[in-house]
């Protein structure tokens, strides 16, 4: 065994040994590493919201919270009232319930309203031939129906023995009777039982129409005032009472005549009563009539109305 061990170890050293190959590189100059510094991200970006898609999208709802705020323009919606102004005013202007628009209205010998509907009452007997109180009269009266405001209702009435709507034709049949002849509808009769102040209607009372003021209204019944002739009688408290009994009654009379009657004194009473009960007010103007002022004044003050005078030359005297 000793043996066989020696031949090894000499065989051993005999044999050259493999050599484990080494690998060679080239390595060249490294540069020093740079550190690239990254950009901060902000979180509270001001986004402009996107224009609004023409074409439907549908919308998904996420309750989560976001970092990034997103602006909300803000829409103020005007609260619609369902109030509609109905009530104690009629808008601006209105006032109590008596004014019109921005303080429009009427105006007649000096005397103003604001009353939304008004009533003419106005005398047409043959006295007022006298010293060209009619020609007066016309004139004032066109004069009012030119400077009203459009919008306005008005009703008027003309009187003498009988009463008519302003339009209507009147026929005297002996000073005895009348037919007031409107231009649509029935005829209305009259007769006197006790000379020019005892006029009465016979048989179904005639009702007067509003009117709404507009240009072309205001024509019309500016043609009729300068175009009416004169009728005899005078009696002036069935035409009162017709323009009280128009539907809805007016808020204000003009009430204008040039004289006084028998029996007058009573009317004045009568109307007065009756208008204050119903809120009406009526504006009374005595022309060249110094007697007629008693009366008139009475339903002036009855009614919270006011009260002119006019002289010959048209002069206004106001009757506190």
Not at 29 to 47: H, L
Not at 206 to 213: G, L, N, S, V, Y
């Amino acid at each position: 065994m000793a043996l066989i061990g020696l031949i090894l170890a000499v065989i051993l050293m005999t044999v050259n040994p493999v050599g484990q190959p080494s690998l060679v590189s080239y390595l060249g100059v490294s540069e020093p590493e740079q550190k690239i510094k990254q950009p901060k991200i902000q979180t509270n970006v001001q986004r402009k919201p996107a224009a609004p898609s023409m074409a439907a999208a549908k919308i998904l709802v996420a309750n989560t919270e976001s970092p990034t705020s997103i602006p909300v323009p803000q829409i103020e919606v005007e609260e619609v009232s369902i109030d509609i102004g109905v009530g104690d005013d009629f808008g601006a202007g209105w006032g109590d319930g008596e004014g019109f628009g921005n303080g429009g209205g009427s105006t007649f010998f000096g005397q103003t309203s604001t009353s939304e509907r008004l009533a003419y009452v106005i005398d047409y007997s043959a006295s007022m031939r006298s010293q060209g109180r009619d020609q007066i009269m016309r004139k004032e009266l066109s004069r009012s129906l030119q400077k009203m405001q459009n919008g306005l209702q008005i009703g008027m009435i003309f009187f003498a023995g009988p009463a008519w709507v302003a339009g209507d034709k009147v026929k005297m049949i002996k000073q005895k009777e009348a037919v007031v002849d409107p231009p649509k509808g029935k005829n209305y009769k009259w007769k006197t039982t006790g000379g020019a102040n005892g006029w009465q209607p016979d048989g179904p009372k005639q009702k007067a129409p509003w009117w709404e003021i507009g240009d072309r209204e205001v024509k019309r019944l500016q043609k009729i005032v300068n175009e009416t002739k004169l009728v005899w009688g005078t009696i002036w408290h069935h035409p009162i009472h017709m323009a009280l009994d128009m539907d809805p009654p007016p808020q204000t009379i003009y009430f204008m005549t040039d004289g006084s009657a028998s029996g007058s004194a009573k009317w004045a009473q009568e109307v007065g009563k009756r208008a204050k009960k119903m809120g009406v007010i009526i504006n009374c103007v005595a022309l060249m009539h110094p007697k007629a002022k008693a009366d008139l004044k009475t339903i002036a003050e009855m009614t919270g109305g006011m009260l002119t005078m006019v002289d010959a030359n048209g002069k206004r005297e106001e009757i506190k």
